[in-house]
């Protein structure tokens, strides 16, 4: 794909969403690092359902750690993994206050090192939190780059790579959310909805879903 049909795409992209958002609800660093956890193997929809209930209680390192492991149990429930995603946020929060004065780091390496964070939430804490252009690749956002010819990789990080690098730097702040969202709604993985796609006419998938 050559750079001016990248540039397209991202031209038609951001005028049909000039604002995109992350479905996470959260107010803060600190809940979206702690939703961004939970959503792991997880809808946004249901980690915000149970988000709405828990940041009522808990919603800063010092009173999550009040309620507890089980506490935060009781919340999570309804979220798969949620045993040991409530270990890894608790030992989180007890790192945060010991070595970063209870604040969210804005640095990837310190945030990796937190319990329950790998590279892509990092991405993500950095991103949506700090404005830091990078980018998030999940399982949408590889399909999407592989489906369309934008920035083909065999593993997230080499996707990840290749979209930071041919990407126009005008787009890399929004481009993690354009790129979920198209792959969560139209670019979908057992079904794309390409008759409908607004970058149909760009994209090199061989095998389009047309009506």
Known sequence: MNAAKRREIFER???ANPHPTSELRWNTPFELLVAVILSAQATDKSVNKATAELFK???TPETMLELGEEGLKRHIK???LFNN???NIIRTCRILLERFDGKVPEDRQALESLPGVGRKTA???LNVAFGHPTMAVDTHIFRVA???GLAPGKTPLAVE???LKVIPKAFLQHAHHWLILHGRYTCTARKPRCGSCIIEDLCEYKDKNLP
């Open 161 to 163: 790579k290749k979209l």
């Open 57 to 59: 209680v808990a919603n």
């Open 123 to 125: 991405n993500v804490v």
């Open 85 to 87: 995603k409530a270990k």
């Open 78 to 80: 309804t979220i798969g």
């Open 146 to 148: 592989n489906r369309t």
């Open 13 to 15: 992209l951001r005028a």
